[in-house]
């Protein structure tokens, strides 16, 4: 079955870190590029950063950029996303999405995860 | 960063009707690259309509999509229950790329 399916959120102090884990199965995982993009409460989607098929290239929204860290480990059908330091602000559903084409970026997507929730909070 | 504004934000149809969504952006939409999502709570966002007017694999030919530079439009021609979600543009020209707030489509 082709899908997406993100895990690690949860509650966690301003300033502490969380790491986010997207599995893929049904594809060819390290065929594609992928992406995080998050939803915080009320408001609409926010591209968070992408990270290239082999792992070598990644591009950060300047609201993470320093902070938050994409990986992946293609052995594994599994992208990452480590965030640090953590604001009240990165409250969210984040969602991990595909790229539609192999080998060449084209950034809207044809598969995404369900999403998991991030809550900062002291 | 180019805005995307969506109206109306909600859109309040019966089953069989036609609904009309707006997706305008703040600056051309460079290749007329715009995604339109159907999105419901607690899914997966699912890809409608790429490169503004091409259906993506699998979607019914009751939605279309159409436009060009600022002005992009997502026509469903006959409402299905299960078209009832919200709707999201996204435009992908651009660095960074944005998506739109969303239009509801809810039952009348």
């Known amino acids: 079955q082709v899908q997406l399916v993100e895990s690690g959120g949860g509650v966690v102090q301003p300033a502490r870190s969380l790491r986010l884990s997207c599995e893929a199965s049904g594809f060819t995982f390290s065929n594609y590029g992928m992406h995080w993009v998050r939803q915080a409460p009320g408001r609409g989607l926010e591209w968070v950063g992408v990270i290239s098929y082999g792992g070598g290239l990644q591009y950060y929204a300047d609201s993470v950029k320093g902070r938050f860290i994409i990986s992946r480990d293609n052995s594994k059908n599994t992208m990452y996303l480590q965030m640090n330091s953590l604001r009240d602000e990165d409250t969210a559903v984040y969602y991990c999405?595909?790229?539609?084409?192999?080998?060449?970026?084209?950034?809207?997507?044809?598969?995404w995860g369900p999403g998991t929730s991030v809550t900062v909070s002291s | 960063e180019i805005v995307l504004t969506q109206s109306p934000g909600t859109l309040s149809l019966s089953p069989g009707e036609r609904a009309t969504l707006s997706c305008r952006a703040s600056?051309?939409?460079?290749?007329?690259?715009l995604a339109w999502y159907q999105h419901k709570p607690g899914q997966a966002p699912r890809l409608l309509i790429y490169?503004?007017?091409i259906r993506a694999t699998g979607i019914s030919d009751r939605f279309s999509g159409s436009g060009s530079g600022t002005d992009f439009t997502l026509t469903i021609s006959r409402l299905e229950p299960e078209d009832f979600a919200v709707y999201l543009c996204?435009?992908?020209?651009?660095?960074?790329?944005?998506f739109g707030p969303g239009t509801k489509v809810d039952i009348k």
């Open positions: 600056h051309n939409v460079r290749g007329n690259y």
């Open positions: 490169d503004a007017s």
């Open positions: 999405a595909k790229e539609p084409t192999t080998f060449t970026a084209n950034w809207y997507f044809d598969l």
């Open positions: 996204q435009q992908y020209g651009g660095s960074p790329m944005t």
